[in-house]
C-alpha cells in the first residue's frame, strides 16, 4: 500500500492536512515555552509523560532554573526532586544536567540551531531535535513521530513502518515540506480529541472519507 511518490497518496496526505487545518485552525506545540531552551527542557521531560504534567512542573522549573549554568548550580538530587513526576527523573537529570553543561561550554549557554548540534547534546534524539528547530527557531529539519503521529499515520494507511525513524521518512516523502512542522501538531490534536488510541470517533471525524480505518466502513474499531 505504502509506496513513496505515489500521486494519489500525496493528494490524500494534502487534502486530509486541509482538513485537519480547518478543524484545529489553533495547533501548536503544547508544551508551554517562552525560549529555545525552554523548549528544550520541557522536550526532556516530556519523555514518557503527558504534556500537561510537563506543563505543571515547568510552571515552577523555569522560574527557578532561567539559563543552562543555573541546571548546574544545584545538587542531582536537587533536580530529581523538581522533575520528579515527570518520571524516569533520574535519567532526565542526568541528561538535562548533561546538556547544561555543553551548552554553557560549548555555546555560550545558547541552543545550537542545527541538528548535527543539537544530537550532540546528552539525551537528546531526532525527535527532540526536530521540537526545538521547528517550534523555537522556524527550521523545517523533519516531522515529529510521537505516540499519536504514530498511530494516526497507521490509521490513515500513510505508513506502515513501525519506528519513529522509519515512519519519519516516509512522511517526509509524503507531506509537503511547508506542513513538516504543523503536520505533527495536527496529528496530535486529532488524536488526542477524536481519533483516540481506544474507541476512535469516526463518525465526527472529519477526514473519515480519506481514511481507510474508519470503522464506518471496515465495521470493525480501530484499536480494538
Ligand atoms: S476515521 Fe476513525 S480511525 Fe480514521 S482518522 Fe478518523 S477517527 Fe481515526
Known sequence: MRASGDKQLKERVKQII???????????????????????????????????????????????????EDYLKVSDKELQKDIRTTGFFRNKT????????????SYGGEVPDTMDELLELPGVARKTANVV?????????????DTHVTRLTHRLG????????KIERDLIELVPRKDWVIFSHLLIYHGRKICKARNPSCAECVVEKLCPSSYLKTGQMPGS
Not at 528547530?133 to 513521530?145: E, P, R
Open 133 to 145: 528547530l521547528g517550534n523555537a527557531f522556524g527550521v523545517k529539519s523533519g516531522i515529529v513521530v
Open 158 to 165: 500513510l505508513t506502515e513502518q513501525k519506528t519513529a525513524e
Open 18 to 68: 486541509r482538513l485537519l487545518k480547518r478543524a484545529y485552525p489553533a495547533a501548536k506545540c503544547s508544551l508551554n515555552h517562552s525560549n529555545a531552551f525552554e523548549l528544550l527542557i520541557a522536550t526532556i521531560l516530556s519523555a514518557q509523560c503527558t504534556d500537561e504534567r510537563v506543563n505543571i512542573v515547568t510552571a515552577d522549573l523555569f522560574r527557578k532554573y532561567r539559563k543552562p
Open 94 to 105: 542526568k541528561s538535562i544536567k548533561g546538556t547544561a553543561k555543553v551548552l554553557t561550554e
